[in-house]
């Protein structure tokens, strides 16, 4: 397996000039599946945003594969939060999952008989053949991120930002998403998920990174993932760490 | 058949068919996107954003349609561009200010007119005149017609991208900005080259009704745009024929079939319809009930 990996050096974004994520570094490696940790308002969007492009950056660069990011690319596929998806739109499963392979093809390229496969392949790999030809919005909260999951891998993506796929799942969809992510991982992609259930982190993902504005902590989760570093992240104002320390000291 | 082919014996009406297929298809295949990118009330406001333009081209060099294309079409740029920049650079939203500038502008449009020195309906602007095209008016047609169409159907697959979700659209690499603003554009056009025909205001029925009537019937964007267009372009005409034996206004007519056509389908169609979804809950109510005094009796 190549080891790719996704590489973030001193990323800042700002939200109408106030800073949202400061000066992040972090070295991901493909065929991880990484939980992104935080309070509400730690930035998770805002930085996921920032990896693909879609708010500008103020200081510092991605590079995935050896190539600086400078924008959309197929590459990096973001999922957002199923919340903001219009599920009326008159669109079947696989129609969405063909969505993926438009930017691969171009404005005006054929659809042709390897897209149409590679769109196969991936409505399989998600176990949603069976559902391709229905609206989107007849799908459970799992099928439907898992549609997402199809789509991106329609368009060959290699890394998957996903916003809060868990979030209203019960747990029998939540197992098989898991199972759909599993399998992406194991064919060597990188997965990073916001994630807000903290019990459920070791058994879903095996990185964690905790933000809160800044990088807190980051790493394998039996290492990572214990109560210093929850604490720290979810403190409702976390301006540096090293800023904290010296607070505890004085008091 | 005699009813059907009697009106257009006199070349006022076969004009005002052409017109209206045209315009129809052109309006109608426009409209899927405009409802599946909610630009309707967008749409409303840049309909009446119009009039400044129209009646300053009327002042300055008269009412040609030549002119008054160009006026509009500056008119509803600087209405455009205002709202972007009221709305990006003060805490008023895009809503207020698109609401106020139309309000201004349309206001400012009726000033302008009481100083054209032709006579100018305001209720001609608004309700628009079909049995009246000039050539010239055809051609206006005929041409944003042929840059509508294409236009759409060239940048089909960025904008669904685009419409589903703008910035998993943005993420992927398709250029959000220029493509809202070529949809803008677009709406421009196809709204300028209803305007001697139907009116602003009626175009509007036209640039809504085919797609929100298709929506409720189809989980197809395909449908959506080929049915918008074949659905305004057949409606139109048969609301110019329905205005001709009723020897009532043609604009109006045609906007209440494809007014009437929407109602059905919101009763009545087979997947969406309000009316069958009530009754396929009736049948299910029933069928639970039956199984369950089945189920009683064992």
């Given at each position: 397996?190549?080891?790719?990996?996704?590489?973030?050096?001193?990323?800042t974004v700002a939200y109408r000039r106030v800073p949202a994520v400061h000066h992040v570094t972090l070295n991901l490696r493909c065929g991880h599946c990484i939980a992104l940790l935080g309070p509400n308002g730690a930035g998770k969007t805002t930085f996921f945003?920032?990896?693909?492009?879609?708010?500008?950056?103020?200081?510092?660069?991605?590079?995935?594969?050896?190539?600086?990011?400078?924008?959309?690319?197929?590459?990096?596929?973001?999922?957002?939060?199923?919340?903001?998806?219009?599920?009326?739109?008159?669109?079947?499963?696989?129609?969405?999952?063909?969505?993926?392979?438009?930017?691969?093809?171009?404005?005006?390229?054929?659809?042709?008989?390897?897209?149409?496969?590679?769109?196969?392949?991936?409505?399989?790999?998600?176990?949603?053949?069976?559902?391709?030809?229905?609206?989107?919005?007849?799908?459970?909260?799992?099928?439907?991120?898992?549609?997402?999951?199809?789509?991106?891998?329609?368009?060959?993506?290699?890394?998957?930002?996903?916003?809060?796929?868990?979030?209203?799942?019960?747990?029998?969809?939540?197992?098989?998403?898991?199972?759909?992510?599993?399998?992406?991982?194991?064919?060597?992609?990188?997965?990073?998920?916001?994630?807000?259930?903290?019990?459920?982190?070791?058994?879903?993902?095996?990185?964690?990174?905790?933000?809160?504005?800044?990088?807190?902590?980051?790493?394998?989760?039996?290492?990572?993932?214990?109560?210093?570093?929850?604490?720290?992240?979810?403190?409702?104002?976390?301006?540096?760490?090293?800023?904290?320390?010296?607070?505890?000291?004085?008091? | 058949?005699?009813?059907?082919?009697?009106?257009?014996?006199?070349?006022?009406?076969?004009?005002?068919?052409?017109?209206?297929?045209?315009?129809?298809?052109?309006?109608?295949?426009?409209?899927?996107?405009?409802v599946l990118r909610r630009l309707a009330l967008m749409a409303d406001a840049m309909a009446h954003s119009l009039l400044p333009g129209v009646a300053v081209a009327i002042i300055l060099f008269g009412l040609a349609p030549a002119n008054l294309f160009f006026g509009?079409?500056?008119?509803?740029?600087?209405?455009?561009?205002?709202?972007?920049?009221?709305?990006?650079?003060?805490?008023?939203?895009?809503?207020?200010?698109?609401?106020?500038?139309?309000?201004?502008?349309?206001?400012?449009?009726?000033?302008?007119?009481?100083?054209?020195?032709?006579?100018?309906?305001?209720?001609?602007?608004?309700?628009?005149?079909?049995?009246?095209?000039?050539?010239?008016?055809?051609?206006?047609?005929?041409?944003?017609?042929?840059?509508?169409?294409?236009?759409?159907?060239?940048?089909?697959?960025?904008?669904?991208?685009?419409?589903?979700?703008?910035?998993?659209?943005?993420?992927?690499?398709?250029?959000?900005?220029?493509?809202?603003?070529?949809?803008?554009?677009?709406?421009?056009?196809?709204?300028?080259?209803?305007?001697?025909?139907?009116?602003?205001?009626?175009?509007?029925?036209?640039?809504?009704?085919p797609a929100a009537t298709i929506y409720l019937c189809s989980d197809s964007f395909a449908a959506m745009f080929w049915g918008g267009g074949i659905l305004g372009m057949l409606g139109s005409c048969a609301g110019l024929v329905v205005s001709y034996w009723l020897?009532?206004?043609?604009?109006?007519?045609?906007?209440?079939?494809?007014?009437?056509?929407?109602?059905?389908?919101?009763?009545?169609?087979?997947?969406?319809?309000?009316?069958?979804?009530?009754?396929?809950?009736?049948?299910?109510?029933?069928?639970?009930?039956?199984?369950?005094?089945?189920?009683?009796?064992?």
């Amino acid at each position: 397996m190549p080891a790719h990996h996704l590489e973030i050096k001193n990323l800042t974004v700002a939200y109408r000039r106030v800073p949202a994520v400061h000066h992040v570094t972090l070295n991901l490696r493909c065929g991880h599946c990484i939980a992104l940790l935080g309070p509400n308002g730690a930035g998770k969007t805002t930085f996921f945003k920032a990896l693909v492009g879609l708010v500008p950056k103020e200081t510092g660069e991605v590079v995935f594969g050896g190539h600086g990011k400078v924008g959309a690319d197929t590459d990096i596929a973001y999922l957002p939060q199923r919340s903001v998806i219009d599920w009326d739109f008159p669109i079947t499963v696989r129609g969405m999952v063909e969505m993926g392979r438009y930017m691969r093809i171009g404005k005006w390229g054929r659809f042709g008989k390897a897209d149409s496969e590679a769109v196969d392949v991936a409505l399989r790999t998600m176990d949603l053949a069976d559902l391709a030809r229905r609206q989107i919005s007849a799908l459970s909260g799992g099928q439907q991120q898992r549609a997402f999951l199809a789509r991106s891998l329609a368009q060959e993506a290699h890394v998957f930002l996903l916003d809060e796929p868990f979030t209203g799942l019960d747990k029998t969809a939540q197992d098989l998403l898991a199972q759909a992510i599993r399998k992406l991982v194991a064919a060597g992609n990188l997965v990073v998920a916001s994630h807000h259930d903290l019990k459920s982190v070791p058994e879903l993902f095996d990185q964690v990174i905790f933000l809160n504005g800044e990088l807190i902590a980051f790493g394998d989760t039996g290492e990572t993932f214990n109560d210093e570093n929850i604490a720290d992240a979810y403190r409702t104002q976390v301006f540096s760490k090293a800023q904290l320390h010296r607070n505890a000291g004085v008091h | 058949m005699h009813w059907l082919t009697e009106p257009f014996r006199h070349e006022f009406m076969l004009r005002a068919l052409f017109g209206c297929a045209l315009i129809g298809f052109t309006n109608g295949a426009l409209s899927g996107f405009i409802v599946l990118r909610r630009l309707a009330l967008m749409a409303d406001a840049m309909a009446h954003s119009l009039l400044p333009g129209v009646a300053v081209a009327i002042i300055l060099f008269g009412l040609a349609p030549a002119n008054l294309f160009f006026g509009a079409l500056v008119a509803a740029l600087l209405v455009g561009l205002g709202v972007q920049i009221i709305s990006g650079s003060s805490r008023i939203k895009e809503d207020t200010s698109l609401g106020l500038l139309f309000a201004c502008a349309f206001s400012l449009g009726l000033v302008l007119l009481s100083f054209s020195p032709s006579q100018v309906n305001v209720t001609h602007y608004l309700f628009g005149n079909i049995l009246g095209l000039s050539d010239d008016d055809l051609w206006i047609i005929y041409s944003i017609s042929l840059i509508v169409l294409p236009l759409l159907v060239l940048f089909q697959r960025p904008l669904l991208l685009l419409m589903f979700e703008p910035s998993v659209a943005a993420s992927q690499g398709v250029f959000v900005r220029p493509l809202t603003y070529m949809l803008m554009g677009l709406l421009v056009l196809s709204m300028i080259s209803s305007l001697q025909a139907v009116g602003v205001v009626l175009a509007l029925g036209m640039l809504i009704a085919p797609a929100a009537t298709i929506y409720l019937c189809s989980d197809s964007f395909a449908a959506m745009f080929w049915g918008g267009g074949i659905l305004g372009m057949l409606g139109s005409c048969a609301g110019l024929v329905v205005s001709y034996w009723l020897n009532l206004p043609s604009g109006a007519c045609i906007v209440l079939v494809l007014g009437g056509i929407f109602f059905a389908a919101y009763l009545f169609s087979p997947r969406y319809g309000v009316l069958s979804k009530f009754l396929r809950r009736r049948h299910l109510h029933e069928e639970s009930l039956a199984r369950w005094e089945e189920h009683a009796d064992h």
